[in-house]
Structures are given as C-alpha cells and as structure tokens.
C-alpha cells in the first residue's frame, strides 16, 4: 500500500498503516498527512465519494468526515444551508 504524505511513507508509523489496511482495505492510495496535532489525515475514496478520517498515533480511528452535495440533501436541510450561507 502507497500512502502519499507530506511526510515520507517511512515515517508514517506502522499502525497508521495497519488501521487503515483494515478499516478500507480496498483503497490502495489514500493520502496521508501530519496534522497540527500531531495525528494523522487520511483522504481517500470509498464508492466514489471523498472521505476524510482523522487518526491518532497508534492508530485508532478518530473520525470519518464526507461533505454532501447541496442538491444530495434534504429539502429541508438545503434551506437551512442557504439561510445561513
């Protein structure tokens, strides 16, 4: 498995590796970065939609973040977002 980073890939720690491997073993080039707290942002694809997910050190899985399409959300929710944006 390739993780681009803007850290080498050797310095991604082996658990990093091992929990991404497990949690989306069908994603073959996720990128990786270091954030300012010192975890780890993974972008990658899952069935064609972007995802985000925040991982510690030793490897556990923070959270998992995907951002919809305006047109993809409730009629409901689409006038709540512009309202407010």
């Not at 954030?35 to 942002?41: A, I, P, S």
């Not at 069935?47 to 959270?63: F, H, I, M, R, V």
Request: contains cysteine; negative net charge.
């Amino acid at each position: 498995m390739a993780l681009s980073c803007n850290i080498t890939e050797s310095q991604v720690p082996e658990p990093i590796k091992n929990a991404f491997k497990s949690t989306c073993p069908v994603e073959k080039d996720p990128n990786c970065r270091k954030d300012n707290n010192f975890n780890f942002d993974s972008y990658f694809k899952k069935e064609g939609e972007q995802y985000k997910a925040d991982l510690t050190p030793n490897g556990s899985w923070g959270e998992t973040e995907s951002s919809i399409k305006k047109r993809d959300s409730h009629k409901v929710g689409q006038e709540a977002v512009g309202k407010e944006f």
